[in-house]
Structures are given as C-alpha cells and as structure tokens.
Nanobody, 123 residues
Framework: VQLQASGGGLVQAGGSLRLSCAASGRTFSNNGMGWFRQAPGKERDFVAGINWRGGGAVYADSVKGRFTISRDNAKNTVYLQMTSLKPEDTAVYYC?????????????????WGQGTQVTVSS
C-alpha cells in the first residue's frame, strides 16, 4: 500500500499550488482521506479532510477559504488545491488515508501515510 504525494514546490506569496496524492496497492474509495503538514521544529498539523464520498470537507482555520480538498475515486487520488499561499504555509505536506469512512482531524485516526511533498512559499 502506497500513497504518493506530488505537486509541491517553491512559490511566491499569493501564488497557488495543487497537490496530488495517488494511492496504489489497494483502493481507498471507501476511506476518509486527509492532508497534514509539518513545518520545521513543529508538530504535524491537520490541514484538510474529506470523507469517502468526497463530501464533508473540513479545514483547519488557518487554511479555510484558501485551500480546497477533493478526490477522484476512479483515479484513487486525492487533491489539495492551495491558493493565496502565505509564507506560513511552508511545510512538508503529507496525505493520509484512514480505515474509517471519515478520518477526522487527528493524525492518530489515519493509518496510511505518504512520504510528503515540500511546499515553500517565499515572501
């Protein structure tokens, strides 16, 4: 079972990036998916989560209105569209899958993790 995150990079403040997370080895169409991020010296924080149907999206307050999580179950892929990026969004972004239909906003409820993709926002 693998989750492969991609789409990170260096962007100027105010710019946009779209992260993708492709799952392989099994289907996650019945599982809640989420995005977390970890900045240097900080804990891994919840960013966004989505239920197995693609609804019920929940966001951290810090990204609400700027980030959008979505999924394409036919492609076994979850996305994170990030707009109006700020320097404080700089972090390694991880996608995760839960055994539950909705994984919630805590890392402990996600059992499968991708390797992370670096997002750097310059001021």
């Amino acid at each position: 079972v693998q989750l492969q995150a991609s789409g990170g990079g260096l962007v100027q403040a105010g710019g946009s990036l779209r992260l993708s997370c492709a799952a392989s080895g099994r289907t996650f169409s019945n599982n809640g998916m989420g995005w977390f991020r970890q900045a240097p010296g900080k804990e891994r924080d919840f960013v966004a989560g989505i239920n197995w149907r693609g609804g019920g999206a929940v966001y951290a307050d810090s990204v609400k209105g700027r980030f959008t999580i979505s999924r394409d179950n036919a492609k076994n892929t979850v996305y994170l569209q990030m707009t109006s990026l700020k320097p404080e969004d700089t972090a390694v972004y991880y996608c995760a899958a839960s055994r539950l239909a909705w994984g919630g906003d805590e890392a402990r409820t996600y059992q499968y993790w991708g390797q992370g993709t670096q997002v750097t926002v310059s001021s």
